[in-house]
């Protein structure tokens, strides 16, 4: 009797560890689940709040006849000093060939002095662009006294701007660019630009012919990505989880946009 009581408890005991085991997975399972169904939501959030500030520039120049660079300045002062993954805000006009030097002399005139349409060359000097049908230069880059040097730079001569610069006029939609290595304050990290066309008011922007032909140029938002997790994120590490954030759609050696281990 002894031993019949003394295998029963063994077999209730190990019942009741592999239920207790079950249990405590199964909770934090779901704990886990729940953990990352809600970072992912906290995460969408700091996404569409940062995408909110391009949409909010956008009603300034849909409200408009023309946008000066203090209205620029002005209206960006607020969003940019409460979203600190945000790096810089742009305007590029689309500039045909034909337009430039008028353009370069206009601008010039308006107090940029000398100002010409540039490029960066191999060494990433800045240099003056080089003939071509058009032309995205920025005029307007905020904050405005950490990004001077970037006032004539021809957003569509780089490849993952151009890219996304194409898409965007041809669906009237804000598109992201691929990854983009940045290096900031003596900093190497990985960030994401938006961009947003703008259109000629009061026309028909059905086709994309027709969006092609009325486009006058581009809003161009740059984040950090990491500055972007950092603000949508809870501590991982409690949990012993690795986090990555992954474009698929770009080319595997430009897949992982972050990072963060455990």
């Given at each position: ?8 408890g063994i077999l ?52 408009s006849n023309t ?14 000093s409460s979203h ?179």
């Amino acid at each position: 009797i002894l031993a019949l009581i003394l295998v029963v408890g063994i077999l209730i005991s190990f019942a009741l560890f592999s239920f207790v085991r079950y249990w405590e997975s199964s909770v934090a399972k779901t704990d886990f689940e729940q953990l990352a169904e809600s970072q992912e939501i906290a995460l969408q959030n700091v996404i569409q709040q940062n995408l909110d500030v391009i949409d909010y520039i956008y009603n300034l120049f849909l409200s408009s006849n023309t946008v000066t660079s203090d209205e620029f300045h002005t209206f960006l002062e607020g969003p940019l000093s409460s979203h600190s993954a945000i790096i810089k805000v742009g305007w590029a006009p689309v500039i045909s060939a034909h337009e430039r030097a008028g353009f370069e002399a206009g601008m010039s005139e308006e107090g940029l002095k000398n100002f010409q349409v540039t490029e960066k060359d191999n060494r990433g000097i800045s240099i003056r662009a080089a003939e071509r049908s058009e032309y995205t230069p920025l005029i307007f880059v905020e904050p405005r006294e950490l990004n001077d040097p970037l006032i004539g730079l021809d957003l569509g001569k780089e490849a993952i701007y151009r890219e996304a610069l194409y898409k965007s006029r041809d669906s009237g939609e804000a598109i992201t660019t691929r990854r983009i290595s940045i290096e900031l304050e003596g900093r190497e990290l990985y960030g994401i630009a938006i961009i947003k066309p703008v259109y000629r008011k009061g026309v028909s922007l059905q086709t994309i012919a027709e969006r092609r032909n009325h486009i006058i140029g581009y809003l161009y938002e740059l984040i950090d990505i990491g500055a972007l997790i950092s603000g949508a994120t809870v501590s991982w590490g409690i949990f012993n989880v690795n986090l990555s954030l992954i474009d698929e759609s770009a080319p595997s050696y430009a897949r992982t946009l972050f990072h963060y281990d455990s």
